[in-house]
């Protein structure tokens, strides 16, 4: 259970993406005792998307747009990994070393960027056509 507590004021020089900074407490019961943890509640509009984003975090030395910020670039973090596995599979390391491993994943790393560069530039259609006519 969570209940709103203050809200906070938004500056004017930070992202307009940031429509709400608040304060929300969250409720839990441990060994029958009710306890309470304050944590910081950021509503994020993404305009172009129609999207309204919630974050929450406990850090309340940084700023909205901050909080903000550090999701999206998790994001951006996570959907590379995602992209990796699905287009890179590393199954197994081809040597033992730290820098055959090394190697590997900075050529995976490289391919993974080759190929999304062509993906934008070419097209989805024809980069597939042209990567299984090469192999």
Do not use: C
Not at 72 to 82: A, C, E, V
Request: net charge negative.
């Amino acid at each position: 259970m969570y209940q709103i507590g203050e809200e906070y004021d938004i500056p004017d020089n930070i992202d307009e993406g940031v429509i709400k900074d608040e304060a929300t407490y969250l409720s839990y019961n441990e060994n029958g005792q009710k306890k309470q943890i304050k944590l910081s509640r950021v509503a994020y509009w993404i305009d172009d998307r129609q999207r309204l984003l919630i974050f929450i975090s406990n850090h309340f030395d940084l700023s909205a747009d901050m909080i903000a910020l550090i999701y999206k670039k998790r994001w951006q973090i996570k959907t590379l990994f995602k992209q990796l596995k699905q287009n890179v599979p590393l199954k197994y390391f081809l040597g033992d070393n730290v820098n055959a491993i090394e190697i590997q994943i900075w050529v995976s790393l490289i391919a993974n960027l080759l190929l999304s560069q062509g993906l934008r530039e070419i097209g989805h259609s024809q980069i597939w056509h042209q990567l299984s006519d090469s192999i």
